[in-house]
């Protein structure tokens, strides 16, 4: 008996042991699900609300373009002999850019001088002659008939003096198409042709070209649905456009004013292309640039501002997040924002 009753206290203590090491070792794991490690605390930026005039902007994509481009060609024929103006140089109106050999031109202009004094002489002789015929006509010493056939000659030497005037008079225009002068204020092109090419009037390729950048124009679209509200900002003044990157929208470049929309609205993409122009004094806008366009149609007085990092997109649209004076370590969500 004794025997027995020493093996079964063992089991039971046995038992017991077992069931408060599996309650101890369960505690343990709950107690380890039930406290995470801290999450590391996010870093919040605050701003204060401002009260400010407010633009409003509409945003269209376009591309900068010249505001006259001018293809220098040859109205002469011959060896192009100078290119005063460098590539890429700024030049002024009547600049000389180009020049052809006017020896040939030369000549010809002295040719058709030499042709008028030769003329001029004839027709001094034959009117000289006149007057002795006219005065023996009055005493009968001199038929009619020979006062006429003088008279035709004389007419006769006039029209051709008048002749070697005009000879003379292409010839200096052929000469000064020798010397190619900038029609307007702009930049130079690439070189086309150098120097030594045989040009000629008939000939389709340009020697350079000009564009004039200062000022410059950016032409651009935006929706049809817009063009009423350009119309109205037209209708009480000047239109600010300013112009910013085409690769970062939030850097303006510079600022201009609306010249006019197109005429007609493109049936195919539903918008419609409007052009504004620009100062351009710092050269920042260039002929074929991409950029964003911004037209100020209106301006909100008093508006209450907030960055735009801080507005969020949700489920339910546009909101915010206050921070509240009551609790500073915690924010809540604010109402929704106008779309």
Not at 125 to 134: H, M, P
Not at 146 to 161: E, Y
Not at 177 to 203: E, F, H, K, W
Not at 317 to 335: C, D, E, N
């Amino acid at each position: 008996m004794t025997l027995r009753l020493s093996l079964g206290i063992f089991v039971l203590m046995a038992a017991l042991g077992g069931a408060g090491w599996w309650r101890l070792s369960g505690t343990a794991d709950t107690a380890q699900a039930a406290d995470p490690p801290p999450q590391p605390r996010i870093p919040v930026k605050t701003a204060p609300v401002q009260v400010r005039d407010v633009p409003v902007l509409l945003n269209g994509l376009g591309t900068v373009q010249a505001l006259n481009v001018v293809e220098v060609k040859a109205q002469a024929n011959g060896t192009l002999i100078a290119l005063p103006a460098r590539e890429g140089q700024e030049v002024h109106k009547d600049d000389i850019v180009a020049e052809i050999d006017p020896r040939p031109y030369k000549a010809a202009l002295d040719q058709a001088m030499a042709q008028r004094n030769e003329d001029l002489a004839m027709l001094r002789s034959a009117q000289l002659d006149l007057q002795r015929f006219q005065r023996l006509a009055k005493q009968s010493f001199a038929p009619l008939q020979q006062v006429d056939d003088q008279q035709a000659m004389v007419d006769k030497l006039v029209a051709a003096v008048a002749l070697d005037n005009a000879a003379i008079e292409t010839a200096r225009i052929n000469l000064d198409y020798c010397t190619i002068r900038a029609p307007m204020d702009g930049r130079i092109s690439l070189y086309q042709l150098n120097v030594g090419n045989l040009v000629l009037a008939a000939n389709q390729t340009g020697i350079i070209s000009i564009t004039q950048d200062k000022p410059i124009t950016v032409v651009f679209t935006l929706p049809e649905a817009d063009l009423a509200r350009v119309q109205a900002a037209q209708a009480k003044g000047t239109v600010p456009v300013e112009v910013a990157s085409g690769n970062d929208s939030t850097h303006i470049i510079t600022t201009g004013t609306l010249l006019t929309p197109n005429n007609t609205i493109d049936t195919t993409t539903g918008t419609i292309s409007l052009k504004a122009i620009f100062d351009n004094a710092d050269d920042h806008l260039w002929p074929g640039q991409f950029v964003n366009a911004s037209v100020q149609v209106n301006t909100l007085k008093n508006a209450v501002t907030v960055p735009v990092p801080a507005v969020q997109h949700g489920p339910d649209g546009l909101f915010i997040y206050v921070k509240t004076q009551r609790h500073r370590r915690s924010a809540r969500r604010a109402g929704r924002l106008p779309g």
